[in-house]
Each structure stands twice: as C-alpha cells, then as structure tokens.
C-alpha cells in the first residue's frame, strides 16, 4: 500500500553532519522512499497521513544491544564491572528460557519503537528467540549469536552451528539480517576467533565483537598476548573482515590508528560504560580519525534504557566536556552516528530520508515541549528531545506504530509477561 505523508517539516541530510529541515511530501511505495518533493498527488498513495505539525526523520539505529537481557533491568546495579557481569547478569541469564527471551526480546523491541528506534544490532544466545520478537514487533534487527569458547570445548562449534541454521530458518525475513557475534578476546581463543574470521570472509559475513570495554579487558590481553585487544585482532586477521565493535571505551592512539586503517566501524555505548565505571572512549580521537562511528544502547542491565535519544544527548555533551570544546561533535554529527553512519556500518539501505531508500521513518510532534520554540529543529532533536515526542513509526512502509500506539503488539500484555519472569531472580535481589 502507498502511503503519502503531507505537508511534513522532513529532516534531509545535506552531506556530513549536515541537516535541513524543509517542508515537503514524501511518498512511500513497495517499502522504499519513492520521492521526496512539494509536488506529489494526494491521488498516487492509497493512504495520506497529515504532516503538519510533525517532524519526519529517518528512524534511530542502534547499533549495540541484547534485548533479550530487557529482562534484567535494573537487576544489577552500582556493581564492579566483574561482579556485574560474571557474578549477577550471567548467571540470571541462565535461567532464562528461550520462551522467558522471547517476551524480553520483544518488550525491549516494543520500548526501542516507541523513542523512536526502528532498526537494531543484537548479539544474544537464544536462537530464534529474537528473531521472532523483532518480526512480531515489525522491527528491523541484525541478528548476530554470542559466540564464546573454542573450536574445541563442544560448546564453541555448538554455538557456531546455532548461529548458522537461525540464518537458514529466517532466510527470506526482509526485516531480518545477520552477522556472526565472537563476543570477546577473553572469551574465545585465538583458533576459535580465527576460524570465525575465515567463515565470515569465505559467506561475506558481518562481524559484531565487543572490544576494548573494559580496563582490566586491555590489561589482561596485554599480559596473555603481550598486545591490546585491538592489535590483537588484527594479528588474528579479523579486520580483513568487515566488523562492527562495540565500546573501544580503552583504546591507545596506535588502536585508533589501527581501527581507522581497517575500517572497523565502532559502536559508541557512552551511558553503558559510564554506569559501569569503564570511562569513556576517545570520541573526539576516534571522530577526527575518521572513524565511522555509530551509537548503541547496549542492553537493559548495564544502561537501564534503551532510548537511542539517551545516546545522543551524551555523546555530544560528553564529548565537548571531555574535550573542553563546545563544537567538539555536533548535533548534525551525532544525528550521523544514530542515522546514516549506523545504516553503513549495518549493511542496511536505511540512515536518511532519500529517494531509494527503505521507508524506515519517525514521525514527532512539534508541539512537544523539546521543540517549542522551533528556533533550531536539528539542534531540539539531539539536546532537547528525549523519545516521548514520537507519535508515528513506519518500518519498511508499513505503519507500526500510529498516534503513539503499537499496532503489532501489545506493549502491556508483554511487560506483563516479563514481570512474571523476573520472579525467578527473587533469591539474586536479596
């Protein structure tokens, strides 16, 4: 069905962390961008929505999360990074049923779609689970299995055959795409990460690996390899892939050059490492190197929020902080890191309104306080907005959410859902 949205304030990106904001229609057919422009029939579309009043944007990507951990919020907090992960999210993860991450999966999708988040990278260890939440919700996600262990262990080569048939079985799912997720260097082995290389070069395969996250991550690879995390995979060869790596909080410059070189897109989790005392990446290092640079939640446990407007707030701010410079990373760029730069680094035809691309666009009301006075609508969108602004979401042309109601599920019913899960973390709360 083709839909017109009229008379609309659109959000058009002029080149790098260029915007304009101009009044215009946008006509959607076959789940694509049509045209763009002032002169479109109301006759060529089945459906007209009435833009005035809004704002059109392409949707928020986020590049780093595991939904599937949704459940977890606020389970584990004010913790050492250690403790946090190996003493309280891990073990809380194993109780999970591939039922109990489906429901977080698709809550989390729901909570992502309504701040305005149409497209996400996950790296999870339930097969199908979040497949089938995002497809639910009518979410776009890029779906790539956790993989820990060696080539040896019977677990590595399991998890590895999981990930490659979940590719097999939602082969087709225009919404769905894939990537293989070696988790980390203190979770694999050389051999293991390796072969994962060698299997994604040979199938074209995108690789999601967390990196560089944490200080004690850095030290100890330094010790067990005698190089940082960074050097380390390019020795293993894994930047002759194309890699998507989240974090780099705890990079040296040699890394930045290194990641620059290969053309390692980085996943920014600004509020995650903060909340989990891993400081702060280099952004402005990174920017100027010319990094691509996209921006990622990570996952309910460590964030708390899976509200990429969260993240554009702060890595703007931060940043010009950190650097002691108020033009250190713009509004215009940040847009870039939650639009456009994630749409590259995820292989997807999405990341700006522009003719050909998918029709993967949010609708906000300027009526909101975030946007009254409408003196700079760029610059109200990354200091000002926070997500509740959102009144419409469209993914692949297709409505999903309307008048800043789900219509492919219910949010409710599924928070219910997994409230009734997180009974059985009663013992880990006390």
């Not at 459906?47 to 780093?64: E, F, S």
Request: charged content about 20%.
């Amino acid at each position: 069905m083709d839909i017109l949205i009229k008379d609309v304030n659109a959000l058009l990106r002029k080149g790098r962390g260029s915007y304009a904001v101009e009044k215009t229609n946008i006509l959607i057919s076959g789940g694509k961008i049509e045209s763009i422009g002032e002169n479109i029939s109301v006759d060529s579309a089945n459906t007209v929505i009435d833009g005035a009043g809004k704002l059109a944007m392409p949707g928020l990507i986020n590049c780093h999360t595991h939904v599937y951990m949704t459940v977890l919020r606020s389970l584990a907090d004010d913790l050492p990074f250690g403790e946090w992960l190996f003493g309280r999210v891990m073990p809380n993860e194993e109780k999970l049923t591939s039922d109990d991450a489906y429901y977080s999966s698709l809550y989390g999708c729901l909570e992502m779609l309504s701040s305005g988040t149409t497209a996400f990278m996950e790296m999870h260890m339930f097969e199908g689970a979040v497949a089938r939440a995002a497809t639910d919700a009518g979410m776009r996600c890029v779906l790539s299995r956790g993989l820990t262990g060696t080539m040896t262990d019977g677990g590595g080569m399991r998890r590895l055959d999981e990930a490659m048939r979940e590719m097999r079985d939602y082969a087709g799912n225009s919404l769905l795409s894939f990537a293989f997720g070696p988790h980390a260097v203190y979770t694999t082995d050389p051999e293991y990460l390796k072969h994962i290389g060698e299997l994604a070069r040979k199938n074209d395969i995108l690789l999601n690996v967390h990196l560089s996250e944490s200080v004690t991550e850095v030290s100890d690879c330094i010790e067990k390899y005698g190089c940082t995390p960074v050097e380390y995979l390019e020795k293993l060869g894994i930047f002759e892939n194309r890699v998507i790596a989240a974090h780099c909080a705890n990079v040296t410059d040699n890394d930045i050059k290194i990641l620059a070189d290969n053309k390692v897109n980085v996943a920014l989790n600004i509020r995650s490492n903060m909340k989990l005392g891993n400081g702060i990446p280099p952004v402005a290092k990174l920017f100027d190197a010319g990094v691509n640079l996209c921006l990622g939640t990570d996952s309910a446990a460590s964030n708390n929020s899976l509200n990429l407007f969260n993240e554009l707030a702060a890595v703007t701010l931060i940043t010009k902080g950190v650097e002691r410079s108020p033009v250190k990373i713009t509004a215009g760029e940040a847009l870039d890191m939650a639009t456009y730069n994630g749409a590259s680094a995820l292989g997807l035809e999405s990341g700006e309104l522009a003719e050909g691309k998918n029709a993967d666009i949010v609708l906000l009301d300027l009526w909101r306080p975030a946007f009254v006075p409408a003196n700079d609508l760029v610059s109200s969108l990354v200091y000002c907005a926070n997500g509740s602004e959102v009144d419409a979401v469209i993914v692949g042309g297709k409505t999903v959410i309307k008048d800043g109601r789900h219509i492919n599920a219910d949010m409710r019913g599924a928070a219910s859902r997994v409230c009734a899960i997180t009974e059985k973390f009663e013992e880990s709360k006390q």
